[in-house]
C-alpha cells in the first residue's frame, strides 16, 4: 500500500517543483507591496525606468468555468532582445491574484507567456503597449492535468519577502496547500489569503524549519514556537528527543528530514552526512531515529548543479548556469531512501523547492 502512495507523492513533488519556477521572480524590494490595496504595487517601478508608457488590461479565465485565474504573466521583449523589461516589482513578471487589472507597462512590442503551475496549460500572445493608450488581451487556461484526490504544496517554502506576496505567487502557481516553513518562526498566511480573497484557490499551515546540531527538520502543523532561541535547540542531544519534542503541540505534526545530504558532507544540516554509509548505506550513529514521516529526496535548492563557470568571490551565482535535475546527489538520496525502506523504515520521499528569496532566473530541466 504504502509503496505506490510514495511514488506518487515523489511524482507530485517533482511537478511541484517544476511548477515552482516562480523562484525566477527577480526582486529584492518588495515592500510596495505592504502598500494599501488600492495603489498598485508595481506601478512605482515602470515609473522609475523613466520610458514612456502606456496601459495594458487583462483578464485570465479558466476554460471550463469561466473563473479568474491567479496567475503569473512573463513578458519578454518581441524583438529577441535577452534583456528583461521592468513591468513591475518583480521585474519582468507580474503576478496577479485577482486575475484581472489594468497596469501600467513601458511602451514596445512583447511576448507575453500566461501561466498557472504545471496542472494548467500555458498561453502565449503578442502585445503592443502604445503610450499613453490602452491595450486589451485575454487568456484562457485549462487544466492540463487531472488532479482529482490530490492536492498540491511545497513542504519546504520559506518566500523571504512581503507576506501578501508570498500568498499570491504561490496561489499563482497553482499551488493548493502552502505550507509555511520559515527558519525557527511560525508564519501563518491566512490572513493574506483571506485578505486577496484566494481561499477558494489555496489554504495553508503553519509550520517552520528547525535547525539542529543533527541537520534540519520541517514540522507542520505547529501551534507553539519554542524553537526561536539557538541555544535551546542546540542543547537537544539526540534526534528522537527533538522529535518528541517537535510532536508536543499539537501533537499530530508531520516531521520531515530536509536535505539529508549535500554536495559537501555537513552533518550539522543534513542528517545521512556522518550517520549513514554514502557507499553501503550502513547506519554509522548510535541514536539514529527512523520514526520521521517524511524524507527530501528531491531540494531544489540544494540539488541545483552549476553548469557553467564558476562566479567570482563575493559575487552571486548566475541562475543561467543551474542545472536542476536528477543529480548524482538526488541517486545518492534514492539509493538511501530505498534502503531504508528495504529495512522496513517508511518514511515517504518528497520533493520541494526550499525556495527563499527571489532570483534573477533559472532554466529548470527536471
Ligand atoms: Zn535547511
Ligand atoms: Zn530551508
Request: cysteine-free; overall charge negative.
Amino acid at each position: 500500500m504504502t509503496k505506490p502512495i510514495n511514488v506518487w507523492v515523489v511524482r507530485l513533488g517533482l511537478l511541484l517543483a517544476l511548477s515552482a519556477s516562480w523562484i525566477v521572480l527577480d526582486d529584492q524590494d518588495s515592500t510596495a507591496a505592504f502598500a494599501p490595496l488600492n495603489v498598485d504595487p508595481d506601478k512605482r517601478f515602470v515609473n522609475e525606468t523613466k520610458l514612456p508608457v502606456g496601459r495594458l488590461s487583462f483578464e485570465v479565465l479558466e476554460e471550463t468555468t469561466g473563473v479568474h485565474l491567479p496567475s503569473r504573466l512573463y513578458f519578454a521583449y518581441a524583438d529577441g532582445r535577452t534583456e528583461k523589461p521592468i513591468v513591475g516589482r518583480f521585474k519582468h513578471i507580474l503576478v496577479t491574484s485577482a486575475g484581472q487589472e489594468i497596469k501600467t507597462i513601458p511602451v514596445g512590442d512583447y511576448d507575453v507567456y500566461i501561466s498557472r503551475g504545471t496542472e494548467y496549460s500555458l498561453d502565449h500572445q503578442k502585445i503592443s503597449i502604445t503610450e499613453g493608450e490602452t491595450t486589451h488581451f485575454t487568456s484562457t487556461l485549462s487544466r492540463a492535468i487531472d488532479t482529482s484526490g490530490f492536492i498540491s504544496s511545497d513542504f519546504h517554502l520559506h518566500l523571504q519577502f512581503a507576506m501578501r506576496d508570498g500568498a499570491m505567487v504561490a496561489a499563482a502557481e497553482g499551488v493548493d496547500l502552502l505550507t509555511a516553513t520559515d527558519h525557527n518562526v511560525l508564519k501563518d498566511y491566512a490572513p493574506y489569503i483571506d485578505q486577496l480573497n484566494l481561499g477558494r484557490f489555496l489554504t495553508s499551515v503553519v509550520g517552520a524549519e528547525v535547525d539542529t546540531a543533527f541537520g534540519h527538520y520541517n514540522s507542520f502543523p505547529m501551534s507553539v514556537n519554542r524553537w526561536e532561541d539557538r541555544e535551546f535547540r542546540y542543547a537537544i542531544r539526540t534526534p528522537g528527543e527533538m522529535l518528541r519534542m517537535l510532536r508536543a503541540d499539537p501533537g499530530e505534526e508531520i516531521v520531515q528530514i530536509n536535505h539529508p545530504r549535500r554536495w559537501e558532507p555537513s552533518p550539522r544540516s543534513g542528517y545521512f552526512d556522518g550517520r549513514m554509509n554514502r557507499e553501503t548505506s550502513e547506519i554509522e550513529y548510535p541514536f539514529f531515529e527512523n520514526g520521521f514521516d517524511q524524507v527530501e529526496i528531491y531540494n531544489a535548492l540544494t540539488d541545483s548543479e552549476d553548469t557553467g563557470p564558476k562566479p567570482a568571490e563575493g559575487e552571486p551565482p548566475n541562475y543561467d548556469n543551474k542545472h536542476y535535475g536528477r543529480t548524482d546527489l538526488v541517486n545518492q538520496k534514492l539509493k538511501d531512501w530505498y534502503s531504508l525502506l528495504n529495512r522496513g523504515i517508511l518514511m515517504t520521499g518528497v520533493s520541494n523547492t526550499d525556495a527563499h528569496i527571489t532570483r534573477s532566473r533559472t532554466t529548470t530541466t527536471a
